[in-house]
């Protein structure tokens, strides 16, 4: 390691800060280095990645920090390092690029570009002697052809900036049953009926792909893929993947089996399993998946929680350089905790002494057998075994807390909390609990009071009490979505009134004139070689979809027919693709849904609106919207007053006659699809 430091040590990104001892005289992104570029007519090296990436950090120690690779990198090139969660602008150009040139992406993402910042060669993870090869190699072709590079570069920058052209659909959007039968169908062949998720590893959680299943499965009365999303979730619950001890949730598993995890912990993976495995419980009471909230919201404040209420953005895989050393036990260590209760919970958390995985004599803890059944072959009532398990995972997590801890990275993204935001108040309002709602609203009070920018608008980070950088459309998509939720939570218009100023806001500024879609970077921006739109569904809903989302409800709620009307542009101008790759475009296809189904706008008006609420808390309706207020000027509400409380159910700019019970309301909605489908 290179005692001096490099600029990264001004850096806020624990991801930049981990190399800033690298002998490579890295640079930021920034005027600085682009600029040098420019002035030396120097190749750009752009190295992309983020703090918990085990590949990142493997390729670090084997190339970044030896002084050899280092003089290559320097005499050739200006280096720059980029958190591409500080900066997903810059990484979704770049991975384009090398999507392009190689048929696959992932991180470390190393792109080599001309002055102009044009890419012109990149790939992903290089060994040490193969990177030195490449670097060799383009620095000489740039030095002796420079007209090769210039080729390669027009070629590049012109699939990035049309990869994503999407065509307004003219006349009247209506969409059919048939429409969504396509979609599922092919998609339900590639099912893994036996240990959930697809049939292919690695196997990720891809938690709004599930969400669309379990709402196909109640509004289509369909029983696959109703089966489909409860295995997966049970399974994911019993495996690897999930923290037995501490609770949350790997970022994937590398096998079939959800048993053995790339030991990483996301926040955004986690923060929308909130909302998954809640609506799941809403659904089907299955009491394992209310353990897995309440488990994975206490990792969330015990481990993940600043002072100022906003949540971390991931754990490391790694610790004392070696990948999972924080999670797994040997047998001696497990039954040196457990003590007298260590035998009976040997093959419950399947652990043995030849171990359980590749690391020989280790063991990733799982469940293999469902409680009910372990108790009857231990000769245990179910109620005996479950004190036993709680209290041995007591144990085991205070053990764990001496052991050296996974680094850290102790940035906040607005985004990532404003999902998270999300999955505290859907928490909050299935299972009643004061304290979720608590915790989440504390967070977008900080948001809304601290990192709002002079013009309206957000920041999308923050970190030792400084924000640099001005928010993505992500960052706005994910926050209004999260105010939203917490409005129909405790019905403070406050809320409400956010969300639209900032609707306004991304309006303005994400506009594609074009186009229906919004592009992912501000018109007050940086300028890129390309500005892009975010369209695809991945493991993160796309900012797209999601505003397409946000516009039908506020449009819904503020009876605003311009904003429904763009909703629905969005959604028709990317249904073409949605059939061919329904798992890439799920958030889209809950769009779809909605607007095949409507949305129930259940509004409650009375004193008793909020116990009313709670009641249909316990009940799955998974296309609503509620309104609630007794002296609201919400056009749905405006005008409805009165002590006794009524519940107005309405869908398609129709209204029912109120009704006092929830089973009464309950009814009306049920014949209203009847009388409709």
């Not at 084997?62 to 969660?85: G, P, T, W, Y």
């Not at 105010?483 to 403070?492: N, S």
């Not at 999601?546 to 503020?558: D, E, I, P, T």
């Not at 706008?601 to 709670?614: C, P, T």
């Amino acid at each position: 390691m290179n005692s001096k430091p490099n600029r990264l040590i001004e850096a806020s990104s624990p991801y930049l800060l981990q190399h800033a001892h690298n002998p490579v005289n890295w640079f930021e992104w920034g005027t600085e280095a682009l600029q040098k570029a420019k002035d030396e007519n120097k190749l750009i090296l752009v190295s992309i990645g983020y703090s918990a990436c085990h590949w990142c950090h493997v390729m670090e120690r084997e190339s970044f920090e030896l002084q050899e690779v280092a003089e290559v990198m320097n005499a050739h090139f200006v280096c720059i390092k980029v958190d591409r969660e500080e900066r997903p602008d810059i990484d979704q150009i770049y991975m384009m690029a090398i999507q392009l040139m190689t048929g696959s992406g992932g991180w470390p993402l190393n792109c080599i570009c001309l002055p102009d910042q044009r890419p012109i060669y990149g790939g992903t993870y290089f060994r040490k002697d193969d990177w030195i090869n490449v670097l060799l190699s383009v620095s000489k072709l740039w030095s002796q052809e420079p007209e090769k590079a210039f080729q390669y570069a027009n070629r590049l920058t012109d699939g990035i900036q049309n990869s994503e052209i999407i065509i307004p659909i003219e006349g009247p959007n209506v969409f059919v049953k048939a429409d969504l039968l396509e979609i599922i169908e092919p998609w339900k062949r590639h099912f893994d009926m036996l240990d959930g998720g697809y049939n292919k590893a690695p196997k990720f959680p891809l938690p709004n792909n599930w969400q669309f299943m379990l709402r196909y499965s109640r509004l289509m009365e369909d029983d696959a893929t109703h089966v489909s999303v409860m295995i997966t979730l049970e399974k994911m619950a019993m495996g690897g993947i999930y923290d037995h001890v501490g609770g949350g949730f790997a970022r994937y598993s590398v096998d079939g089996q959800w048993h053995i995890p790339h030991f990483e912990k996301m926040l955004y993976d986690n923060a929308q399993l909130l909302s998954l495995y809640a609506e799941a419980y809403q659904y089907s009471r299955a009491a394992r998946f209310k353990e897995v909230v309440e488990e994975t919201v206490a990792w969330l404040e015990r481990e993940m929680l600043s002072k100022q209420g906003l949540f971390y953005s991931a754990l490391d895989a790694d610790s004392e350089g070696v990948e999972g050393k924080f999670y797994v036990w040997d047998k001696v260590e497990f039954d040196d905790v457990l003590g007298d209760d260590a035998s009976l919970l040997h093959d419950y958390f399947d652990v043995t002494d030849a171990g359980n995985w590749e690391e020989e004599e280790t063991n990733i803890l799982r469940t293999k057998y469902p409680e009910e059944e372990y108790a009857e072959v231990k000769g245990l009532t179910v109620l005996e075994l479950q004190k036993k398990i709680i209290e041995a995972k007591k144990k085991l997590l205070r053990r764990r807390t001496e052991r050296t801890r996974p680094g850290l990275d102790d940035k906040c993204l607005t985004a990532w909390n404003a999902m998270t935001i999300r999955g505290l108040v859907d928490c909050a309002q299935i299972f009643d609990n004061v304290h979720y709602y608590e915790l989440a609203a504390t967070a977008a009070n900080f948001i809304l009071s601290e990192l709002k920018t002079n013009e309206g608008g957000i920041y999308r980070n923050f970190k030792n009490n400084k924000k640099s950088i001005p928010g993505f459309l992500d960052d706005y998509a994910f926050l209004i979505d999260a105010l939203l939720g917490l409005y129909e939570t405790d019905f403070d218009e406050r809320w409400l009134n956010e969300a639209k100023k900032l609707t306004a806001y991304v309006l303005r500024n994400f506009e594609d004139v074009g186009s229906p879609m919004l592009y992912y970077t501000s018109v007050e921006g940086e300028t890129l070689i390309a500005r892009k739109h975010e369209l695809m569904d991945n493991v993160i809903p796309a900012s797209n979809s999601v505003m397409a989302q946000n516009l039908q409800k506020l449009g819904l709620v503020f009876d605003l027919p311009e904003f429904s009307d763009r909703a629905t542009s969005m959604l028709a101008s990317v249904h073409p693709q949605i059939k061919s790759y329904g798992s890439a475009y799920s958030n889209w296809a809950i769009q779809l849904l909605y607007e095949f189904f409507g949305i129930n706008e259940i509004a409650i008006i009375g004193e008793n609106a909020k116990e009313m609420k709670r009641e249909f808390n316990q009940r799955y309706i998974p296309n609503k919207l509620f309104l609630a207020g007794t002296n609201s000027e919400l056009p749905l509400l405006k005008n409805k007053r009165g002590f006794e409380t009524k519940i107005y159910i309405c869908r398609n700019k129709a209204c029912q006659l109120p009704v006092t019970t929830v089973d009464e309301a309950l009814l009306l909605i049920t014949k209203q699809y009847n009388n409709e489908y």
